[in-house]
């Protein structure tokens, strides 16, 4: 069981960059596979990257390889998700989640979830 908090959105221009911050509660932090999720206006709750326990092993949507980094320090009990090059169509709420997979981008494998953080791209 884990208690997840997101924090780090905001309001910005294509192009700039932002990172979003999801702190967690709990003595099980490190046995975690975390991800973050983002659901946009009218769409439904979609995969965004994850990064697993015990060897931080990373994999990302198609849609953001390359512009978004993924990481973790299980002494801070916090993961990230660095944000750069940032498009109108990274507009949505994020949200940070746990599960006991090694890897999974399936929502229904996701047992814990924060209340996610706005992130709006102007263009």
């Known amino acids: 069981q884990v208690q997840l908090v997101e924090s780090g959105g905001g309001l910005v221009q294509a192009g700039a960059s932002l990172r979003l911050s999801c702190a967690a509660s709990?003595?099980?932090?490190?046995?975690?596979?975390m991800g973050w999720f983002r659901q946009a206006p009218g769409k439904e709750r979609e995969f965004v990257a994850t990064?697993?326990?015990?060897?931080?092993?990373?994999y990302y949507a198609d849609s953001v390889k390359g512009r978004f980094t993924i990481s973790r320090d299980n002494a801070k009990n916090t993961v990230w998700l660095q944000m750069d090059s940032l498009k109108p169509e990274d507009t949505a709420v994020y949200y940070c989640?746990?599960?006991?997979?090694?890897?999974?981008?399936?929502?229904?494998?996701?047992?814990?979830w924060g209340q996610g953080t706005q992130v709006t791209v102007s263009s």
């Open positions: 709990g003595r099980t932090f490190s046995s975690w596979t």
């Open positions: 990064i697993s326990y015990s060897t931080s092993s990373t």
């Open positions: 989640a746990a599960t006991s997979y090694f890897r999974s981008t399936i929502r229904a494998d996701y047992h814990s």
